[in-house]
T-cell receptor, first 109, second 112 residues
Framework: GIQVEQSPPDLILQEGANSTLRCNFSDSVNNLQWFHQNPWGQLINLFYIPSGTKQNGRLSATTVATERYSLLYISSSQTTDSGVYFCAVGRASYDKVIFGPGTSLSVIP | SQTIHQWPATLVQPVGSPLSLECTVEGTSNPNLYWYRQAAGRGLQLLFYSVGIGQISSEVPQNLSASRPQDRQFILSSKKLLLSDSGFYLC???????????FGEGSWLTVV
């Protein structure tokens, strides 16, 4: 099956700093999503981005499908950005979705 | 609008007891449905997924089973719980011909 890796596993940022999270996957995918899990366990979909670039406020994401990686950019980080960020992929838009191990982000004041 | 409900939210069960977690989706038809488990740490492990009534795919051999008796209902069960079944269980769905996966609120299971 598809293997998904994320880096770094843990990240500590000072409030206001920028960061880049990476997701590598082992096979071609047609479905790639980024999620944020808050400290209460709630999973929030950030981007559906099988290819290209998208931006939503301070967050943006880029997927280079031919090179099998995706990047999530967080700018001007805030304490509310803390939590775990997951990359999830699938071979088809209507198929099983496999999650990476996540990046745990802590933003300190 | 579509919504997903998952219950119970929290439960504490003794080893060897049965389990039933239920998930229902409203406002859509023929969704793909998923059960994930998040054990200590942070990875989400795909347990089961279903593309239709009565169609269940198991991803990992488990002490668990899943059923889909109705189009928008997905049930996770066990006949005898193990300590290692403890964790955070999440139900999720993708609408037919859709892309984005949506999650329920999750169920915290502690086996004692």
């Amino acid at each position: 099956g598809i293997q998904v890796e994320q880096s770094p596993p843990d990240l500590i940022l000072q409030e206001g700093a920028n960061s880049t999270l990476r997701c590598n996957f082992s096979d071609s995918v047609n479905n790639l999503q980024w999620f944020h899990q808050n400290p209460w366990g709630q999973l929030i979909n950030l981007f559906y981005i099988p290819s290209g670039t998208k931006q939503n406020g301070r967050l943006s994401a880029t997927t280079v499908a031919t090179e099998r990686y995706s990047l999530l950019y967080i700018s001007s980080s805030q304490t509310t950005d803390s939590g775990v960020y997951f990359c999830a992929v699938g071979r088809a838009s209507y198929d099983k979705v496999i999650f990476g191990p996540g990046t745990s982000l802590s933003v300190i004041p | 609008s579509q919504t997903i409900h998952q219950w119970p939210a929290t439960l504490v069960q003794p080893v060897g007891s049965p389990l039933s977690l239920e998930c229902t989706v409203e406002g859509t038809s023929n969704p793909n449905l998923y059960w994930y488990r998040q054990a200590a740490g942070r990875g989400l492990q795909l347990l089961f997924y279903s593309v239709g009534i009565g169609q269940i795919s198991s991803e990992v051999p488990q002490n668990l089973s899943a059923s889909r008796p109705q189009d928008r209902q997905f049930i996770l069960s066990s006949k005898k719980l193990l300590l290692s079944d403890s964790g955070f269980y999440l139900c999720a769905w993708i609408e037919a011909a859709g892309n984005t996966i949506y999650f329920g609120e999750g169920s915290w299971l502690t086996v004692v």
